[in-house]
DNA sequence: GATTGTAAGATTGTCAACAATCAGTCTCAC
DNA sequence: GTGAGACTGATTGTTGACAATCTTACAATC
């Protein structure tokens, strides 16, 4: 019976910043939108002085973008933002994997619970996708990468990768309406965690960016589908 | 002459948050120190409402430490703290170079264009050590590393980056009261700036991570050094 | 003496009102 | 017809007051 975990208390402007974010993520409010203070404190019940504090945090974490006296926005990700998140993304988790695998040792570098950590993840996201429900399998995607970024045990390498990847899924709101895959993203799943659990580092990076595909070829093929919106079968989709 | 530039307009809870950003890496309010929010906003002639905006943004570049309702703190890094701040640092400077160096040509891809600004900068940096001004050689020696990351053209990377170099400031009041260095130092950068010009990334990176020396280590030795604040010629002082 | 309950003071969190800014529209002079 | 200036309404930015929370000190009880 170990020491009573302290209550975490929440100021109003985290809870709302919460709910933002998910509302944001959620595709609520879409690209570019204007959250304009007064009507959103009305419906949601407050003043504007947390609403503000809430929104100031997202803007920080780049899901909103503020213009003085003008307002506070969406943020539209152009076609290089994304470009921008997806390398970003990609430094982080080699990051992770080289401090991981690299014997470090610096407080989360046990490979073989991570690797087990996500070849459940995986099994779980591979039930969820042959069962049809692809927003599931979506978000087990992002629990996977984000597993393995904090399987670096490193607080700010988590933290930057935890805005990086709202981003991510900001830019896949805006490649499609939802989530499609092919089998081979499972079995890439199953093979990175293999990997993780032993394989030396110059074996699972070229697999991760395999994994993750080249971004600026799936925006060039978008670009040619664009008056389709039905991606073709050989376009590469994860987050 | 070009278009005019538009005038940068700044809510006052952004100059607020500059202000206050160097107050506390010039170690105004140190380690720990907690910031009174009634007393600031009655020194800096405003109300409460912008500073709180600007204590935020500040909480999130991971310079203060909110607690709800008990109020908000400088950060007062540990050990383990640093080790995580050198990390991140680490591996955001390696990303930047893999970028700038790999021939992505992502936007920044210009090597000679970086060396050259780096071998400037170097040049600055050594003269004014060897003019005695160290406050002046340690504002260039951060300008440096910056330039290094700016370079690779990436808007999060570089993003991420300044708040990791303002960490990486409150981390270096922290190991000692000023900047102080070793001669071979200047030798290192302009090195690294040459390299950065022509040399693989395979021969770049094992000269980026000597010339940031072992974090961990140099943490030992600032502990068994403990009753004497003044550093023996062995260490490793950089950012 | 140890523990619990209560009150006071200090400080933060939120609210509503006023001030400031901007974009769009209208009017007037040339 | 055009451009400049004034006006208006919408919205954001700031302010000062009140509410809420926490810590400390003191009193009461066992």
Redesign the pocket.
Known sequence: MGAPRPIE?L??????AERLRGDILAGTHGPGE????????LSL?????????AMQRLVQEGLLK???????FVVDLSEDDMLDVFFVRASLEEAAIRRLVGGDDGGGGDRAATARRLTVISERMDRAMRGGDHARGGDLDLEYHRTLVDAAGSLRLSRTYATVQAETRLCLHRLMGGYRSRDDLAVEHFRLAELIGSAPVEVILPELHRHFGDPAAILRRLRQDAPDAAPDAEQRQDR
Do not use: D
Request: zero cysteines; hydrophobic letters at 35%; glycine letters at 10%.
């Open positions: 208390k100021t109003l402007s985290v809870q709302v204007q959250l304009h203070e007064v009507e959103l404190a019940g407050i003043s504007r002085g947390p609403l503000r504090e503020s213009i003085p006296h003008r307002g506070v």
